[in-house]
């Protein structure tokens, strides 16, 4: 039942629908105080709480089609690395302004998802899987052959981004903020997609094609633009992503990134939006102190998202939820 | 007579050497009440979804309100005005009672790339959800998840989304199936109910239900059309009686 709770219908009254407001209230305030806590040595955090946000973005994004819809997208990094090269490959040009990098790199994104969606929803299930993979690494391998841009080991981007002609993203601050306003922005979009008309037809896909079909719908249209949308977030994700590191390489779009992404989805709870920021909170947070302990950090992550799963089939979220009611009697 | 809402010609289909629907000719009227009888695998269920559009027909010509629709896919067929029940109840589980029939009219009601504003607060897709539930007889249960209702409510609820759709034929599979004695009555009072201001044809092995509720039986054996007609003139047909209806009929 947890599994299920939530993302099927419109929240009920009361706990859930509080939920869906409190919940990313007291994320974001985190996020937003991170900055004014970490000083001194702590400084390095504020990158890591971006990048940490950053990734939240694609996740909210793949939550919008996995928990919403069951489109099991295993080639989401490749938004990303898309939006991540459409900003290097511009910079290489001599282009450095965000209206400019960041039209082009959601353009790519939604281009993108647009026509590999429309092979990718003919098919359902394991096959769905199995066509977002090879899509993904078609996009992986186009990037590491792209031999005036790196090729395999990628490109260092020299100059950040200008906003509209202000150096805003070399304030480190300011960029922090910028990403903040970017995910409150998509948890915002995402929320108000789902309880509109068009989500209603897009959760009913999932709940029953057949009777969506029967009353009139051609659901494949609707989980189309829902993809669309999915891929523009991970398509912000990586034009963030690409001005934060100043990097951008092919390995960003790996197929083990879209398993990360998979994984801070269904670790943080999936059908709910913000499981997927705490997700992406609480796997690179994991990934940040393991990988001081040893390299071989995903053999405790592992074993983890098994217990996650099997365990609290709401994931992170679930529990929390769980333990709540259960202490409130 | 007025112009016929559905008419059927010569419909085909083959499953292998099985011919399921082996010339086929049906028309329904509008606002009559067109029962399909026979024994089991008899191809009525076929023959709905070839009417609905889940099956293509191999050869034959479906007309409805005066447009060929051979060819359209299901959703587009159901925006002309083509509602269905199924045999096994298909609903939308996790979504409440009210969801499930506002989902219908919203298909029908404006424009579904809509991606703001509360779908489930639009009064336009509420207040007509609310009255075909009332219509059906669940007026009390609209918050409940459809998956929790019971089976007989899970019937009613189907009937209610096909309402809802404000169609102009609703295909009806075997509404009664696998309900209570107390259930089916209720079903068959709605059905009575409804009869006339909808065109319905009606697939069910309940022959009380059938022959109260009918303006026009067809009896379907092996695919055909054994024979079709007036109640009474059905009961009393000899081939019928042989074939299907058996002596205790009379």
Redesign the interface.
Known sequence: MAALDGAGGEAKPGTRVSADVIVPLVLFAFFAAVPLAAAGAQAYLVSVFMRIMIFAIAAIGLDLILGYGALISFGHAAFIGLGAYAVGILAAQGIHDASIALAAALAVAMLFAFLTGLVCLRTKGVYFIMITLAFGQMAFFTAGSLAPYGGDDGLTIHMRDTVFGYPLLENARAFYYLVLACLAASYGLCRALIASRFGRVFRGARENPTRMAAIGFDTTRFQLVAYVVSGALGGLSGFLLANATDFVSPAYMSWQRSGDLLIMVIFGGMGRLYGAVVGALAYLLLEERLADYTEQWKVIIGPLLVVVVVFARGGLVGVAQKLWSWRRG | MADPVLQIEDLRKQFGALAVTDGVSLDVAPGELHAVIGPNGAGKTTLINQI?G?LKPQSGRIRFDGRDITAL????R??LGL??S?QIT???????AL?NV???V???C???????????A?PVLNEPARAALEEVGLGARIHV?AGALSHGEKRALELA?ALA?APKLILLDEPMAGTGREESDRLVALLARLKGRFAMILVEHDMTAVFALADRISVMIYGRILASGPPAAVRSDPSVIAAYLGDDME
């Open positions: 609905s889940f896919p299901v959703h587009a159901a925006r509602a269905r199924f298909s609903i939308l589980p996790g979504f409440s969801e506002a989902l219908a919203q298909a029908r404006g424009s579904s790339f809509r991606f703001f504003g509360r779908a489930a639009e998840p989304i759709m």
